[in-house]
């Protein structure tokens, strides 16, 4: 398959640009502005980092991800998983909050973005394919699960401590008669506001004659409305002095261009860390803008993603910021609100500069419970148990991984929780791929097609084996292949004939050719050939380059019909068999029942 080479988008989209392209895209920048400064204060506290972080984290990778990414309307920036990720991995290292603190998640950043640079100029994006969704999803809705547990207690008004669900909850538990009332007032209502706002304002602008795109956007304004009133009141009635924690000062002004300090044992111990939170961060952005290119009919390229994301994150890891990421929701309403260019990237990023520079002053009397309710309202829409009662009903397999990935996530820790979906997911591959479906076929009557004996009446001879198999050969499943064969041939004293149905079979290994050799000399020994049938062209290939097809005992058909018309002509010429009695030329007990 070809793969384009990295290359500048911006070459492409602005060539035609216009004036018109313009308002558009200055519009949803606007739109996106104003939701984006609440999410990167909320997430930059939520990443252990004081709240002006998450606006340096804004400005940069917007600017470089514009230049360099195959998305017209994907928003980057901070997000919630992956800033809850780079809590995890800075908090052993550093105290949150600390010099020391900044610079490692200005590190993870830099590491983050050589990586994901790295992978993309190697083309390396078909990688995410490992990540499983139900992996993914699993991981996700447990991560939004920590945190909102971690967001309890500044909700609360409470110290607590804890990377883990049970140790959070444990120890928000023990904290519970410590809990300031005036901070669970503040943070109690805007989370009562922003979940009102998102399922009931736009109804009710509707019926007020609000035209719905507008009605839409400003209910996703509900956020600002919250950190403006809440703010309001925290300065009004100086709510400081009851125990409310507030932001506090934040440095008016941009971050100066700086480089992370080089501290090799710290960086040794980020390598991980950073991977992971490249891979979670490269699956989430190229999801979301897969999505929404698809509604646009357009498409994006995995592998100059990666360099975007790459360049993106090595632009934040230099000017003050951390880990980086495309967000669902920023994304969604950039969309909704007409984007149209990257360009629109560019505004927005001009947008928080200017909040940066003008308006850090105003938000000195923030609450930090309405950031942490930004946070949790934010998050929980990620939690998807419904994913959970699918995949039950469809696949135990898929259900056993997210399980196990949501379990590990609550229990020992996001990266532990990753790392653990990853080693399950591979893990049952292995083992389903180890056991291949493979099904005892007859002829259709009056058809040309072959199909499972145990679920179709059809016809077969006693003097030919029809044997589907329905997975590629490589080491892990050799030797069931020959299983297989020997249990199905022991049964048939009158059989002189084998012929392997190669439909599903797209590789054969070195493992598997060895194991075809071996069942063709047992079968030559008890005076049974060993025929192929449909076998693709890139499998024939390999195999001419080997002695295998020079010593086959058969031959090689184009089709199981042609094998079939070959070897046992009266299946396809005599008249078909009368209901019930297919099959019946070999006990169909000799065959267990299959789950598919």
């Not at 005036?182 to 009562?192: E, I, S």
Request: some cysteine.
């Amino acid at each position: 398959m070809h793969h384009r080479l990295p290359s500048l988008p911006v070459l492409d989209w602005g060539r035609g640009y216009d004036r018109e392209t313009l308002a558009a895209d200055a519009l949803a920048a606007a739109i996106v502005t104003v939701m984006l400064i609440p999410q990167s204060l909320a997430y930059a506290l939520l990443a252990g980092l004081p709240p002006e972080v998450g606006l340096y984290a804004s400005i940069a990778p917007l600017l470089v991800y514009a230049v360099f990414g195959s998305s017209r309307v994907l928003a980057v920036g901070p997000v919630a998983v992956v800033s809850l990720m780079t809590a995890a991995a800075i908090a052993p290292h550093a105290a949150a909050g600390s010099p020391a603190y900044w610079e490692a998640a200005m590190a993870l950043a830099l590491l983050s973005g050589g990586m994901l640079l790295a992978f993309g100029l190697l083309r390396l994006g078909f990688l995410a394919n490992f990540l499983s969704h139900p992996v993914i999803s699993g991981f996700i809705s447990a991560s939004a699960l920590v945190i909102t547990a971690s967001q309890l207690k500044t909700l609360l008004g409470v110290r607590a401590e804890g990377e883990t669900l049970p140790a959070l909850l444990a120890s928000i538990a023990g904290q519970l008669p410590q809990a300031n009332a005036a901070t669970l007032a503040v943070g109690g209502g805007a989370v009562a506001f922003l979940l009102w706002t998102r399922a009931r304002l736009q109804p009710l602008l509707l019926r007020l004659g609000v035209a719905p795109r507008a009605a839409g956007m400003l209910a996703k304004a509900g956020p600002v409305l919250a950190i403006v009133v809440t703010t309001a009141l925290a300065w009004a009635f100086d709510l400081q002095r009851s125990g409310v924690k507030v932001v506090g000062q934040i440095p008016q002004g941009l971050s100066p261009l700086t480089w992370p300090r080089f501290d090799p044992a710290l960086w040794r111990e980020l390598l991980a860390p950073a991977l992971l939170i490249s891979a979670v961060g490269f699956v989430e952005s190229v999801s979301v803008g897969h999505t929404l290119a698809a509604r646009r009919r357009e498409r994006i390229e995995p592998d100059q993603e990666l360099v975007a994301l790459g360049a993106s994150n090595l632009s934040a890891a230099v000017t003050g910021g951390f880990p980086v990421t495309g967000g669902f929701a920023r994304s969604v309403v950039n969309a909704d609100a007409g984007a149209r260019t990257p360009f629109a990237g560019v505004l927005t990023a001009a947008g928080i500069a200017g909040a940066s520079l003008l308006l850090t002053p105003a938000l000195f009397h923030l609450p930090q419970a309405t950031l942490a309710a930004t946070i949790v309202v934010a998050v929980l829409s990620l939690v998807d148990l419904k994913m959970l009662r699918d995949t039950w009903a469809y696949s135990r397999a898929d259900f056993v991984a997210a399980t196990a990935t949501m379990a590990a996530t609550l229990l020992a820790g996001v990266e532990q929780g990753l790392v653990a979906g990853i080693a399950v997911s591979l893990g049952l591959h292995l083992y389903r791929t180890s056991r291949p479906h493979i099904a005892v076929v007859g002829l259709v009557p009056g058809t040309e097609h072959f199909r499972n004996v145990l679920r179709h009446d059809v016809r077969v001879s006693p003097r030919v084996l029809g044997l589907r198999v329905d997975e590629s050969l490589y080491f892990a499943n050799a030797r069931a292949l020959e299983d297989a064969v020997n249990r199905e041939v022991a049964s048939r004293p009158e059989l002189r004939h084998v012929v392997l149905q190669c439909t599903a079979v797209n590789d054969i290994d070195a493992s598997a050719l060895e194991s075809l050799e071996a069942v063709m000399e047992r079968l030559q020994a008890g005076g049974i050939a060993l025929h192929l049938s449909e076998v693709k062209g890139p499998v024939m290939d390999r195999l001419r380059k080997t002695a295998f097809l020079r010593h086959l005992t058969g031959k090689v058909f184009l089709s199981q019909y042609e094998a079939v018309a070959a070897l046992a002509p009266e299946l396809t010429k005599a008249a078909p068999p009368p209901p019930g009695a297919a099959g019946a030329a070999f006990p169909t007990a000799a065959f267990p029942a299959r789950p598919y």
